[in-house]
Nanobody
């Protein structure tokens, strides 16, 4: 059974930090490009950051560039997102998703996705 399980969310004050994790199982993690997305109430999914299958390339949304850092551990099938200098507009449900091909990555047609972990940034 394929599973992507996110953890690490919570409530934090503006300027604070959180580290999200995504544990993958049931598929060959190293074969997939991995992405973090987020969704706020009343809005559609927003792409946040992608790390390619070997971890040698990353791409960030302008809204998080310089504040968020994605990493992956292919040996342990884990994906992480270090979020620093959080802002209220970062408040959202964050979830990880996997894409087996560049085409799926570019079109957002992910193979698998998790249920998400809530991040709330508020004073």
């Amino acid at each position: 059974e394929v599973q992507l399980m996110e953890s690490g969310g919570g409530m934090v004050q503006p300027g604070g930090s959180l580290r999200l994790s995504c544990a993958a199982s049931g598929f060959t993690f190293s074969d997939y490009h991995m992405t973090w997305l987020r969704q706020s109430p009343g809005k559609g999914p927003e792409w946040v950051v992608t790390i390619y299958q070997y971890g040698d390339k990353t791409a960030y949304a302008d809204t998080v560039k310089g504040r968020f850092t994605i990493s992956r551990g292919n040996a342990k099938n884990t994906l992480s997102l270090q979020m620093n200098n959080l802002k209220p507009e970062d408040t959202a449900l964050y979830y990880c998703a996997s894409a087996s091909t560049y085409a799926r990555l570019l079109t957002g047609d992910y193979d698998y996705g998790g249920q998400g972990t809530q991040v709330t940034v508020s004073s």
